[in-house]
Every structure is written in C-alpha cells, then in structure tokens.
C-alpha cells in the first residue's frame, strides 16, 4: 500500500517561483548593505584618527571620497549625502542617503541609511 503524496507540477513550479523570487531580492538588496557596512567602516576609521575635527569641511570630503574609491565604492556622491556639522563638542559628519534598485518593471526597491559619526580633535 502506497500512501506517500506526491507534489503535482504546479506547485514544484510555484515553490521554484518563490523561491527564485526572493533570491532575485536577496541578490538586489544584499550588496546595498555590504556598501553600507563598508561606508560605515570608513567613517568610523576617520572617527578614530586624531585630529579630523580640525581639518576644513573641503578636506574631509576629498578625505571620505578618496577613502570610498579605495574601497571600491564609486558612485556615491560625497557632496550630496554627507553633511559635515561643526558642533560645541567637535565635528559630526552625517551620512544620509537613499538607494533605488529596479525590481520588475515599474516596482522599485527603496533602502534608506544613515551613519552619524563625531570626529576626535
């Protein structure tokens, strides 16, 4: 006596559907995150050096576009997304920015991030 269920093809073409689909995503959103985590890294680095909060606003910004070309992160455009606040307690640069990847068609993915470090005199 036989008793085992057997999948019909739908839903071995269902199961393979969703799974394709959400490892499409995974494979969009991951390396915004891995760009991010290597952002955050790089500014954390500035945060450590000694005296970084006395540098002008111009050299700290080629400083963090130089930083993100050695590592590989290109089209992030430094005088757009990063805002450099002088502070009583020093100088805070501020990452903020959104990224947009295509999905399918007209649905679009939409990842918001921000990283706040305070530069040591």
Same mark, same amino acid.
Do not use: C
């Given at each position: 006596?036989?008793?085992?269920?057997?999948?019909?093809?739908?839903?071995?073409?269902?199961?393979?559907?969703?799974?394709?689909?959400?490892?499409?995503?995974?494979?969009?959103?991951?390396?915004?995150?891995?760009?991010?985590?290597?952002?955050?890294?790089?500014?954390?680095?500035?945060?450590?050096?000694?005296?970084?909060?006395?540098?002008?606003?111009?050299?700290?910004?080629?400083?963090? *576009?130089?930083?993100?070309?050695?590592?590989?992160? +290109?089209?992030?455009? $430094? /005088?757009?997304?990063?805002? &450099?606040?002088?502070?009583?307690?020093? *100088?805070?640069?501020?990452?903020?920015?959104?990224? +947009?990847?295509?999905? $399918? /068609?007209?649905?679009?993915? &939409?990842?918001?991030?921000?990283?706040?470090?305070?530069?040591?005199?």
């Amino acid at each position: 006596m036989n008793n085992r269920q057997k999948g019909s093809v739908g839903s071995w073409v269902f199961m393979i559907l969703i799974f394709g689909g959400a490892l499409s995503i995974a494979f969009k959103i991951i390396p915004l995150y891995l760009d991010h985590s290597t952002m955050s890294k790089v500014l954390d680095s500035m945060a450590s050096e000694d005296g970084m909060a006395g540098k002008t606003r111009a050299t700290l910004e080629s400083t963090i *576009t130089q930083k993100f070309k050695m590592n590989n992160i +290109r089209d992030f455009s $430094v /005088k757009d997304n990063v805002e &450099i606040k002088r502070t009583a307690n020093g *100088t805070e640069i501020i990452m903020d920015y959104d990224v +947009r990847v295509k999905l $399918v /068609k007209n649905l679009d993915l &939409i990842a918001d991030f921000e990283k706040t470090v305070e530069l040591r005199k």
